[in-house]
C-alpha cells in the first residue's frame, strides 16, 4: 500500500502563488509516474500535470502551462506543485496520485491510469 499526503492549500489572491506537497509513504517502486488532479465543484476531476519519478519526465494541462510546475524530492519521497499566476478559474480541491504501473514512455492522464490517491487539498483563489 502506498499513503499519499498533500498539504499547502489556502486562500490566494488572483495573480498570487502557492506550492502543492505530496509526501508519498508505504510501498514504493524506483519507477512509477506521479500526478496532480483538481476537481472544482460539479464538474469531473481533470488532469494537472504528471512527472516521471525515474527521469524527471514531466506533462501538463495546456491551461497551467508556463504557470505550474510539477518537481520531486527523491530522497524526500516528496512531489511538489508549484502554482503561479493563479486565476479564479483554478480554484478546485487538489488530489495527487500515484501510478505504479507507469515505467517510461507518455504519462499518464487519466484518472483510472492511477493506483493511490490522497485526501485533496482545496485551493481558492479569490478575484
Known amino acids: 500500500q502506498v499513503q499519499l499526503v498533500e498539504s499547502g492549500g489556502g486562500l490566494v489572491q488572483e495573480g498570487g502563488s502557492l506550492k502543492l506537497s505530496c509526501t508519498a509513504s508505504?510501498?514504493?517502486?524506483?519507477?512509477?509516474?506521479m500526478g496532480w488532479f483538481r476537481q472544482a465543484p460539479g464538474k469531473e476531476r481533470e488532469f494537472v500535470a504528471a512527472?516521471?519519478?525515474?527521469?524527471?519526465?514531466?506533462y501538463y494541462l495546456d491551461s497551467v502551462k508556463g504557470r505550474f510546475t510539477i518537481s520531486r524530492d527523491n530522497a524526500k519521497n516528496t512531489v511538489y506543485l508549484q502554482m503561479n499566476s493563479l486565476k479564479p478559474e483554478d480554484t478546485a480541491v487538489y488530489y495527487c496520485?500515484?501510478?505504479?504501473?507507469?515505467?517510461?514512455?507518455?504519462?499518464?492522464?487519466?484518472?483510472?491510469?492511477?493506483?493511490?490517491w490522497g485526501q485533496g487539498t482545496q485551493v481558492t483563489v479569490s478575484s
Open positions: 512527472i516521471s519519478w525515474n527521469d524527471g519526465d514531466t
Open positions: 508505504g510501498r514504493t517502486f524506483s519507477y512509477y509516474a
Open positions: 496520485a500515484a501510478d505504479l504501473v507507469y515505467f517510461r514512455g507518455v504519462l499518464p492522464t487519466a484518472p483510472a491510469d492511477y493506483d493511490y
